[in-house]
């Protein structure tokens, strides 16, 4: 079986600070990772996602994640957040058969100017 | 703890079914989501709901139709499935009211195998 934890809630961090949003998962296959992110009164919208091949995956909005295979970790990550960043992030990870999916509970950035 | 939850877990059928895949909720959540991800790709919304009596297509095209009777219940259901229809379905839901609370929860998700 697979599970996500995403360690934080809520991360509240000054605008133009770094930021990394935690992401552990659990799994005894091989997996596919991503991150989303829902803005406001918006749908969700991908972020970024790791499928194989280098570890370090860069994404839309200066986001960038690492994957960790020892420490099972999918990290995100911005050296330089703006308001507009302020939004709710999920962490998933699905197995490559497709045949699992699991979201994390998400956790709410909050840019503070 | 999200209060989703999806039924069946997975489904194998065969061509020309008729199914209806389940998604309850117990949040009383006005809006709620169906979306499809196959293995590596995003996810993509294919139906939503703002209410009861309230179903809209979502940015994906799909021939599955969804109903809202009750606000807890939003049942997809295909009327012939079809192996192009093989698929994980993920129902989500969330409240209406003034972010960040608009979290969404997500149920743990069907997995439709058309044979």
């Known amino acids: 079986a697979q599970s996500v934890t995403q360690l934080d809630s809520q991360v509240p961090v000054f605008e133009e600070a770094p930021v990394e949003l935690r992401c552990n998962y659990s799994?005894?296959?091989?997996?596919?990772l991503f991150w989303y992110v829902q803005y406001p009164n918006q749908g969700l919208q991908l972020l970024l996602k790791?499928?194989?091949?280098?570890?370090l995956v860069k994404g839309i909005n200066g986001f960038e994640a690492e994957f960790n295979k020892s420490q099972t970790s999918f990290h995100l990550r911005k050296p330089s957040v703006h308001i507009s960043d302020t939004a709710e992030y999920f962490c998933?990870?699905?197995?490559?058969?497709?045949?699992?999916?699991?979201f994390g509970t998400g956790t709410s950035l909050t840019v503070i100017p | 703890e999200a209060d989703i939850y999806q039924t069946p877990r997975y489904l194998v059928i065969g061509t020309g079914k008729k199914i209806t895949l389940e998604c309850s909720q117990t949040?009383?959540?006005?809006?709620m989501y169906w979306y499809q991800q196959d293995p590596g790709m995003e996810l993509h919304l294919i139906h939503y709901?703002?209410?009861?009596?309230?179903?809209e297509k979502g940015d994906l095209s799909s021939e599955s139709t969804v109903s809202r009777i009750r606000t807890e219940h939003f049942p997809l259901t295909l009327e012939s499935a079809r192996p192009s229809h093989t698929s994980q379905y993920l129902c989500a839901s969330r409240d209406t009211g003034v972010a960040p609370n608009e979290k969404l929860f997500f149920g743990s998700g069907t997995q439709l195998s058309v044979l």
């Open positions: 949040m009383g959540h006005d809006k």
């Open positions: 790791y499928l194989s091949g280098s570890t």
């Open positions: 998933a990870v699905s197995s490559r058969s497709g045949n699992q999916f699991y």
């Open positions: 709901s703002y209410g009861v009596n309230s179903t």
């Open positions: 799994s005894s296959v091989s997996v596919y």
